[in-house]
């Protein structure tokens, strides 16, 4: 049995903190850089010029990439032997208070029925899974609501089919319109539960930008969706052209047979993420 402190887990919280705000991970840089290449527009190709140059100024001026710093999203793979020397909750939202004081970052969260600020960004909110051997996996994911917002839940029915999700990522897409800041990522949950589908999306934005998915059909699946997205012509925050989205990422989970859930999940093209290994 491996022992770890819960003032590492802490601190290695904190630094996350600072450094996803500041620091935008090759993925997405890269997604970037490909899209103003490819770009035919020239005002969503002159965009996508400054949210790189953005990007670098905020990387090497440690300023935040934008100002809403997000709420804090902390997903664990919690190794089962390991055992953690101290309070695991109260080290990860430490972590995170942390990391937004120290780091000057914008605190956001607010009680939903009083909006009184917390003062802290936290709680911050926790998902934590079991995994096998000796080590804990930290991702960290601030997630500003100008994308979250736009995000959606819907148990289709099972006649809907590959049909009916295509038609409602694609309507959901069009709704959000400006608003996530595009070109976005969108997170696509599918099947399981009301809760599992909407925690699918989010947690297939963690995987690179444009990685495929692992299963063939869900593969093709995410191309068709991509394609069809771009092909509408929002492109660049609302402007035009032919870069609505970056990737779309589909996760998938068996459902019951008289159900069809489907998570959306919009991120947008300051596409936040970083993650350790302790």
């Not at 996996?137 to 979250?148: A, V, Y």
């Not at 970056?246 to 300051?270: D, K, R, T, W, Y």
């Amino acid at each position: 049995m491996r022992e770890i402190n819960s003032s590492e887990i802490r601190q290695a919280v904190r630094d996350l903190a600072i450094a996803a705000a500041h620091d935008l991970e090759p993925d997405i840089l890269e997604a970037l850089l490909a899209a103003r290449d490819r770009e035919t527009g020239e005002l969503a190709g002159n965009i996508l010029e400054v949210l790189v140059a953005n990007a670098n100024i905020a990387s090497r001026d440690r300023i935040p990439v934008c100002q809403d710093t997000g709420t804090g999203i902390l997903f664990l793979e919690l190794g089962q032997e390991v055992h953690i020397r101290g309070d695991l909750q109260e080290a990860l939202q430490e972590g995170v208070r942390l990391g937004y004081e120290e780091g000057y970052l914008r605190k956001s969260v607010c009680d939903p029925l009083t909006r009184k600020n917390t003062g802290t960004n936290t709680p911050a909110v926790v998902h934590i899974e079991l995994a096998p051997g000796d080590r804990i996996t930290i991702r960290f994911l601030p997630k500003g609501c100008g994308s979250e917002n736009m995000s959606s839940l819907v148990m289709l029915p099972p006649a809907a089919g590959t049909e009916g999700v295509v038609r409602h990522v694609i309507d959901r897409v069009l709704a959000a319109g400006s608003n996530p800041c595009p070109p976005m990522i969108v997170g696509v949950g599918l099947g399981g539960s009301f809760e599992k589908a909407a925690l699918l999306a989010k947690k297939a934005l963690l995987r690179p930008v444009g990685e495929k998915s692992g299963r063939e059909d869900v593969a093709v699946l995410e191309e068709r969706l991509l394609r069809e997205i771009n092909d509408q012509g929002q492109g660049v925050h609302g402007f035009g052209g032919i870069t609505t989205a970056l990737a779309v990422h589909m996760e998938v989970f068996p459902c019951h047979i008289a159900s069809l859930p489907v998570g959306i999940n919009i991120q947008c093209h300051a596409h936040r993420h970083k993650e350790i290994v302790l």
